[in-house]
Structure formats: C-alpha cells, structure tokens
C-alpha cells in the first residue's frame, strides 16, 4: 500500500516557481504510476497535471502546463517532485499527488486522495 503526503505549496505572484514535494512511501513496491492531480476550484473535477513512470521515467503532461513543469522522482527516498516554473493564476488550486492510471496516465488509478497542498498564484 502506498502512503502519500504533499507539501510544498504557497502563495506567489504570476511568473514565480514552486516545488512540490509527495512522500511517496512504498510506491517503488506498489505503484507503477505516480503524479500530481490538481483541482482548480471546489466545483471542478481534478485533472492530471504531470505523471510518471516509476520504472521507466517516462513522463506524460497536461498541455497547459507543457514546457513550465517538471516531474521528477527520488526512489532512494520514495520522493515525487513537481517544479512548477513561470506560474500562471489560472494554475491555482489544490494539488495532489496520487497513482495514476497506468493505461492512461493523467487520469488516476483510483479515488483515494490525500489532504493536498495549496496554490495560489497571484497575477
């Protein structure tokens, strides 16, 4: 079973960078499919945002996001990041990490999901 906590979030202005961070305990075990998720407002479904393979490293993005965020993986330390450049207002939101579908990997694997860390990106 796989334990995830984020943390990282913060408030910044429009064009800052943050990073997330997901304590990902036993994911290198159980999960093939990791990622980050976010919902934009309480009324809004969450969307895949970065994923990644834990074997393989090969990583899938939302198109809003190509080219500003970077996932990366810790497997000594069971760490998924998330480097979230030239922020934008519309990428507020609550974020989190979760598996993900390994047979379409912005989507998640199921609707188990943690407390999530907070975005908020000012213009």
């Known amino acids: 079973q796989v334990h995830l906590v984020e943390s990282g979030g913060g408030s910044v202005q429009a064009g800052g960078s943050l990073r997330l961070s997901c304590a990902a305990s036993g994911y290198t075990y159980f999960a093939n499919c990791i990622g980050w998720f976010r919902r934009q407002a309480p009324e809004k479904e969450r969307e895949g945002v970065a994923?990644?393979?834990?074997?393989?490293?090969?990583?899938y993005y939302a198109d809003s996001v190509k080219g500003r965020f970077a996932i990366s993986q810790d497997k000594a330390t069971e760490t998924v990041f998330l480097q979230m450049n030239s922020l934008k207002p519309e990428d507020s939101g609550m974020y989190y990490c979760?598996?993900?579908?390994?047979?379409?990997?912005?989507?998640?694997?199921?609707?188990?999901w943690g407390h999530g860390t907070q975005v908020t990106v000012s213009s």
């Open positions: 979760a598996e993900c579908n390994y047979w379409s990997p912005l989507r998640p694997r199921s609707n188990s």
């Open positions: 994923t990644i393979y834990s074997d393989s490293n090969r990583e």
